[in-house]
């Protein structure tokens, strides 16, 4: 009996989220003993949209429930570790020692699918704050701010679907805070904010979140006038775009982009042999659907080092 067969797993899944859990699923139904690790409770990024609409078999679905759903298949074929984070990888030769917070594992192939993570301002009180009227997420936490005043920091099209989702729940007022002197967003959801009185303040940087208990005031730069000013408001939501979590990759010796993300071929290996990666931590589209795709593949492309025959 080999080591891995010994230490119960051939597969480890680092994340999950629709990647791993699609992933999972392939490596199962492939004979192959499968692990998931997930560093909170699953479902990724994708557990927080109020509304998918362009995943396929569902016309309209809320994130929560598709992952709930990915969660069930997935613990069919593959035991899922929960609140179980991933401190550490070292490869031995063909064997993958997986440090997490609980024990170490064995593994013969692993998959990285740990996605990625809101970008911070990095400004004062932003962590201070951090559930007390700082927030990344409007559709997580826009309830809250019924009827109050809220600013969206941000250009690009999230930014702007945050705030036109502000607006449309009930916030009293709902800026935008935009540091240079146009949106990157698409012209059809300017127009949408517009129309829906969205503030647009641009040529604007927040400098500081204050408050004693809860968020009270911005300390916002302007980029042309270098004149400073308080803004008040009851929340603030900061929408720049996301980070991969690719810290095990990089300490693993895998590729990086020039943004950080994983660098994978058609099979989504590695330049690491055993190593291959799958969703939103390779970069691309970043959609649900194109997530599981890479999981499977992934999966499948794992077969090689498993010693698996799959007919493809």
């Known amino acids: 009996m080999s080591v891995w067969e010994i230490m119960g797993y051939e597969l480890t899944i680092i994340g999950a989220g629709p990647a791993g859990y699609s992933a999972s699923i392939y490596a199962g139904r492939s004979g192959i ?53 991933v401190k550490n990888i070292t490869k031995n030769e063909n064997l993958f020692t997986i440090e997490t917070t609980n024990k170490s594992y064995l593994s013969k192939a692993v998959i ?5 993570e809101y970008r911070k301002l990095g400004i004062p009180g932003e ?27 941000g250009g690009g099209n999230s930014a702007l679907i945050e705030a036109i989702f502000l607006k449309q729940i009930g916030c009293k007022e709902v800026y935008l805070i935009h540091r240079r002197d146009q949106l990157r967003a698409e012209k059809t959801y300017e127009d ?61 010796g895998v590729k990086l982009d020039e ?6 071929d058609r099979q989504q290996k590695t330049n690491v042999r055993g190593v291959y990666a799958a969703g939103d931590i390779t970069g691309g589209l970043r959609q649900v659907i ?5 999981g499977a593949i992934a999966a499948l492309s794992s077969t090689e080092v498993l010693g698996k025959k799959y007919p493809y």
């Open 33 to 85: 003993k499968t692990v998931v690790f997930d560093k909170i409770g699953g479902g990724g990024l994708a557990l927080v949209s109020p509304n998918i609409e362009n995943y396929a078999g569902f016309e309209s679905i809320s994130g929560a429930e598709l992952m709930d759903k990915m969660q069930k298949h997935a613990s069919k074929y593959a035991d899922i570790h929960f609140i179980e984070e």
């Open 112 to 116: 990285l699918c740990m996605g990625t």
């Open 127 to 153: 962590q201070e704050l951090q559930g007390k009227g700082v927030s990344y997420c409007a559709t997580c936490d826009g309830f809250f701010f019924k009827e109050k005043k809220v600013a969206v920091v």
């Open 192 to 252: 949408e904010a517009r129309a829906k009185q969205v503030r647009i303040l641009l040529n604007k940087t927040v400098e500081k979140i204050n408050g004693e208990q809860k968020v009270e005031y911005l300390e916002t730069y302007d980029t042309k006038s270098s004149n400073k000013s308080k803004l008040p408001v009851d929340g603030i939501f900061i929408s720049i775009g996301e980070v991969p979590q690719n810290t095990l990759a990089k300490e693993l």
């Open 259 to 264: 943004k950080g993300y994983i660098i994978v």
């Open 290 to 294: 194109t997530a599981c795709a890479e």
